[in-house]
């Protein structure tokens, strides 16, 4: 009997080691995947496991795109030969000689990707991927290719959609972008070679979300809309444009738009636009419909630490309205230039960023309320978002008398609007700026037409000097490309 427990007791012993033993080394696959879901935590494994699913079932409906674009070129004469030899006795001696030159064809060919959003054959893609195509070819994972028709495009917001003639496909499922985190797992899926290598089944790779809220430069962005973008390192390269950027949990959460790289290749920055800016339109792309914008009219930039102290703002927040078109929604609301905009609608405006993109993703015709700051009292005024144009008149440039703390200024004449292409009758026109003085620090450079003073108006050199004869103290400046604020020293 005492054996018996001796040996039942020794079994216990060894059991309850080995559960501890099973724990410490991680030998409960079940139980560690189960606490792993419910704490939504991912294992190396679970990663792993995660990415090869999405490659499985997104995979199933990422598409290759293929464009051609036929450009026809007359007789070489008409091109590589001018005046004189466009001269009547030069062509009517060319045409004996050489006789009638036929015209030429060139082929354009472009590559991207797409993600499939219908079963129907409806696919979701960048704009610039198939803008100008004369010929769409869509290549699906199973090797099967079809023409492909537009159906909708918008070049502001960089999407359009397709469409197959082909049913029953795999459908791709449409995430939520506005709750990413910085550092969250992400796939980029798309077959920029797919063509080339005659290889249908789309390409993987892995990173995280690098940023959020990315906004590319003037020089990249053209009349592109590229202001509220997620970075990525998953390896973005030539041709995944249009192909989805996807959670671990197989939803599309953004759509490939561009790489930043010197050399044209993967440098481990890549963009791309949320789905969420994408799933607002895709109707009306389907439809064919021309997506709106809304539209205020007015020049706005962001606040700096002296604006605050001037504007008698609480924090640095809002947007400066710099400049007011004439009888734009603004304009008609009652914005002034100098107005500090901190609200609009339910939202406080941190900076300009968010003010436009809040503007442009307003319905046009909605009536919003918004809250400006005007001389140190917060007022407020409803605006009706208006349409915005295709073509809008620049009221604020980047171009590149008397002198007065650190700047000289010239009254306008047409030799210096043709030098600093200006734009503006009256003010005056700063020619010089000294290094590392008031003007240089506040930002101010040869080409700026100031325009006003501290709210008084400058027309001519002689308002110039009168204003700042006497001036004392921060002195605020209103010129063609915005507000600037001068410290005495």
Known sequence: MKKRFFYLSLLSIGVLVGVLISVKLNLLPDLNSQISKTEDTYTPLSIEEAVINVANTVGKAVVSISTEHVERLGGMRRYYFGFPFEDDFFRRFFDDFFGELPEREYKQIGLGSGVIISSEGYILTNEHVIAGADKITVSLPDGREFKAEIKGKDPRSDLAVIKINASNLPVANLGDSDNLKIGQWVVAIGNPFGFALQNPEPTVTVGVISALHRSLGRSLQRDRDYNDLIQTDAAINPGNSGGPLVNLKGEVIGINVAIFSTTGGYQGIGFAIPINNAKRIINRLIEGKKILYGWLGVTVQDIDEKMVKYFGLSQKRGALVAGVLKDSPAQKAGIKEGDVIVKFGDYEIANVRQLVDLVGKTEV???????????????????????????????????????????????????????FNLKEKTGVVVTYVEPNSSADDAGIIPGDVILEIEKQSIKSLSDFERVTRSLKGMAMLRTNRGFFILEEK
């Open 365 to 419: 015709g909605k009536k919003v309320k918004l809250v400006v700051i005007r001389d140190k009292k917060e007022i407020s005024l409803t605006v009706e978002v208006g349409q915005r144009p295709e073509e809008i008149e620049e009221i604020s440039e980047e171009k590149h008398p008397n002198a007065w703390r650190g700047m000289e200024v010239e009254e306008i004449t047409p030799q210096l609007s043709q030098k």
